[in-house]
């Protein structure tokens, strides 16, 4: 993203929306002055992507002259098999980011509303924008989404209805019968679309990510990362299991070859290595629950987290703040994430590091509420 700030042209303007959008801002990386530096702002996976995939990127280096498979096939293919989902009905994109995009472009426009709970992605209002639809939040329940809410926000004028389960930043989760009653719900021109990016961390046998869904109901699609669990963020890759009639428009719009070789093979790799990542999800449980215990006594008690980072409460003014902690953790070369943008002023979320990252911050907030 560039510096420069244009003011607007005077005759060339974008579609209605566009000018209403606050760039995305990822994690930040860098802490002035600190000896070392222990990035926990972009959810992460701290132990990396599977051997396996690695030797399947390095693999991909003499295939670079060559466009990639426009229908990534192989990847679909892949996932199918180790899911025990049908092919047909998987679109792979750069990144789950894309899927919303386009979602949000073939389905809302001027006019209509596109729907999430109060703290939702911030992706969902920045794709509604775009697409010069209308972004609508419902508010939440002890930050979790709120179904009553979000069935009393619908309108004739919905078209898309996003639930990031689990949310993110929130950690919280919903589910199926929940998930049922909004699908349910839902106006007869509306989709449900189901983020579940980080599905893989969730451990609780209520849930589902939202394939059953999918193969029940026409009106339900979900979307899956690799940037989480198989830590793959650097490649940009994700995908849609959706109905017939909504993978057919999806693929009418993405771009031919969206999904590139280094990317597909890495991705075949780490769908493949099934005890890989179920090491990661064991792990990131472990280290997730005793860091939330740890914050919660030292005076920072985080809401119950079904992903792979939680979300710790401070203060919004005073010296025990969120910003005066921040302040605190990243001149120690610690960085998190700060949550205003969120709507969460005093708050800030914590990704899971590994074992001495963990005790990094489970230390460094005990000296800070202490001091």
């Known amino acids: 993203m560039t510096d420069a700030v244009q003011t607007p042209h005077p005759t060339i303007a974008p579609r ?4 209403s959008i ?31 995939a690695i030797e399947a990127f390095k693999a991909a280096a003499d295939k670079l002259p060559l466009y990639p498979d426009g229908g990534a096939t192989g990847l679909r293919r892949t996932i199918a098999e180790v899911k025990g989902l049908d092919a047909g009905h998987i ?30 992605f911030l992706m969902y209002k920045i794709s509604a924008l775009a697409a010069g639809a209308t972004p609508v939040s419902a508010p939440e329940t002890n930050l979790t989404t709120d179904v009553d ?26 589910n199926r019968a929940k998930l049922e009653r909004l699908a349910d719900a839902l106006p ?3 989709l449900l679309v189901l983020d579940g990016a980080y599905a893989e ?43 017939g009639h909504v993978a057919d428009v999806l693929n009418r719009v993405r771009g031919p070859f969206n999904v590139n070789i280094p990317a597909a093979m890495a991705g075949e790799a780490a769908m493949r290595d099934v005890d890989y ?37 401070f203060g919004e003014q005073g010296p025990k703040c969120a910003p005066a902690a921040d302040a ?17 002023p005093a708050h800030l979320r914590i990704t899971i590091g590994d074992e001495a990252a963990c005790r990094a911050v489970a230390d460094a907030v005990a000296r800070f509420m202490a001091a």
């Not at 209605?16 to 000018?19: A, I, K, R, S, T």
């Not at 760039?23 to 599977?50: D, F, M, T, W």
């Open 277 to 313: 990542t179920d090491h990661c999800a064991v792990q990131n449980e472990v280290w997730r629950d005793w860091l939330a215990k740890k914050l919660g006594e030292a005076g920072a008690p985080c809401t119950v987290s079904n992903a792979n980072f939680v979300l710790a409460e």
């Open 188 to 190: 007869p021109k509306a």
């Open 16 to 19: 209605p929306g566009v000018l």
């Open 149 to 174: 809410a979000m069935i009393a926000a619908m309108t004739e004028r919905t078209r898309l209805v996003f639930i990031a389960n689990p949310n993110n930043p929130t950690g919280t989760m919903l």
């Open 91 to 120: 679109v792979c994109g750069a990144g789950s980011d894309e899927l919303i995009s386009l979602l949000c472009y073939a389905y809302a426009g001027p006019g209509d509303e596109v729907l999430y709970s109060q703290h939702g």
């Open 201 to 243: 961390y969730v451990r609780d046998p209520d849930y589902e990510a939202g394939e059953r869904l999918v193969e029940a109901r026409d009106n339900v699609v979900m979307t899956r990362t690799f940037s989480k669990i198989y830590g793959l963020a650097a490649l940009r890759l994700g995908w849609a299991y959706a109905p």
């Open 22 to 52: 606050a760039p995305y801002v990822g994690g930040e990386s860098k802490a002035p002055g600190a000896n070392r530096v222990i990035k926990l702002s972009s959810n992460e996976n701290p132990l990396g992507p599977s051997p396996r």
């Open 328 to 344: 605190f953790l990243k001149a120690g070369g610690l960085i998190v994430r700060r949550m205003e943008g969120y709507g969460l």
